[in-house]
Structures are given as C-alpha cells and as structure tokens.
C-alpha cells in the first residue's frame, strides 16, 4: 500500500526566500506523484504531476519538485517565495497501473512573512 | 477547462435530518468521481470511489449506508448525509478524473461545508 509522509505541519519562510517543502511516499510499484495546494476553504489545485517521464518536474507558479527513486523522495521547491504562496500544500501519490485512487500526506502549511 | 463545481458551498441542517451535495464535471466527462472527508488543518480522507452506472466502492469505515452516493451520469455524482448528526460536520470534496485514459489527474471541486447543529 502507498503511503506519504510530509515533514513538517508549518513551513516559515520569508519573502524572497527559498521554499523547500518535503514529501517521501512508499509505494509497492512505480509511483505516480502530485502535489496539490490549498487556499482556505476552498478544493485543492493541482501544482504538479510525476509520472514516469522528466524526474525533475515544472509546475505552475514557478514550482517545481525532482523525483528522487533512490530516497523516494518527491521535495517542492520554489526559488523565491511570495506572500500569495502562503497556503497547505499537499503531496499524494497513486500506484500506477490504478492512478485514480490518491493517498494524501497530512499537509504542510506555508507561511510566507514579509 | 477541467472545472469542477460542488453545490452548496456551505450547508447547516439539524441533526436527523439528510443533505445532498452535488459535484459537477463542467466541461469534460468524469467515468469517476471521488469524495472526500477534511476535518480541520486535517489532511484529506478518501470517502468513496464512484463510476458512472455502478455502485459505488466505499473505504474501510465508511458507512455506505451513511453516506449514499449516486453517479447518475457522466458528469454528475452526489453525496447524500442521511440522518446527520454534528460529528458528520466536515469539509467535503469532490473530484473527478476525465474520460482520458493518458489522464493522471484528478480535479478537485472547491468542497462543501457541512455543519450539523
């Protein structure tokens, strides 16, 4: 069964600053990996996807995460943060061969101080 | 495009009584739909699987009698609370996965907020 672990409830980081946001999954088979964010009562938006293809992966808002197979991790980064980057953010996987099902880290909380 | 909407946003009932949540794929078909539970600063938990025409696959623990769930069309999946009681309170999301079978995605609706009194 897959599984994901988020170190760290609450990331500080000034603006400006470097965002490093850590996910490491286990997974029984080659994973597919996505990390997700969330704004205050709102659904989840999709930052980016790995799926088998480049390991080190672009997404949206100037973010991006490297899959690395020999420490299943799957860490976000963003060069310099902006106070509207402030929200949970989420890592999750899927097996894939069955990449509907997604399985959840508990989430880590950005704050972004000026 | 790949919008999800859920309806209500927010709903307050008393307890005893049912709630319907609907979740809409607004510009593609979903052949699956998913519900989730977020309690608060809590991470997301996997309801129910749904596909269009079939019942619906339930995780360990969660009363399908409880939570009824109906996929009556591509496009439209619902999520009835019946007989609510205030720990049902919650946050609950949608989403759905495109009838694309190169789609890793899952798009996630905005999510309903529950509160029983």
């Known amino acids: 069964a897959q599984s994901v672990t988020q170190l760290g409830s609450h990331v500080s980081v000034s603006e400006g600053a470097l965002v490093l946001l850590r996910c490491n999954y286990s997974?029984?088979?080659?994973?597919?990996l996505f990390w997700y964010v969330q704004y205050p009562n709102q659904g989840l938006q999709l930052l980016l996807k790995?799926?088998?293809?480049?390991?080190l992966v672009k997404g949206i808002n100037g973010f991006e995460a490297e899959f690395k197979k020999s420490e299943t991790s799957f860490h976000l980064t963003k060069p310099s943060a902006h106070m509207s980057d402030a929200a949970e953010y989420f890592c999750?996987?899927?097996?894939?061969?069955?990449?509907?099902?997604?399985?959840f880290g508990t989430g880590t909380r950005l704050l972004v101080s000026p | 495009g790949a919008v999800v909407s859920q309806h209500p946003s927010w709903v307050i009932c008393k307890s005893g009584t049912s709630v319907k949540i609907e979740c809409r794929s607004l510009?593609?078909?979903?052949?699956?739909m998913f519900w989730y539970r977020q309690f608060p600063k809590q991470s997301l938990m996997l309801m129910a699987t749904?596909?269009?025409?079939?019942?619906?696959?339930?995780e360990q623990g969660v009363e399908k009698d409880k939570f009824l769930i109906n996929h009556a069309s591509l496009t439209l999946s619902t999520l009835t609370v019946t007989s609510a009681h205030p720990e049902d309170s919650s946050f609950y999301i949608c989403?759905?996965?495109?009838?694309?079978?190169?789609?890793?995605?899952?798009?996630f609706g905005p999510g309903t907020r529950l509160t029983v009194t």
């Open positions: 989403s759905a996965n495109p009838r694309d079978f190169f789609s890793y995605e899952q798009y």
């Open positions: 997974s029984s088979v080659p994973p597919y």
């Open positions: 790995y799926t088998s293809a480049a390991t």
């Open positions: 999750a996987v899927s097996e894939s061969g069955s990449f509907q099902k997604l399985v």
């Open positions: 510009d593609f078909q979903a052949t699956t």
């Open positions: 749904s596909n269009e025409g079939s019942k619906a696959t339930y």
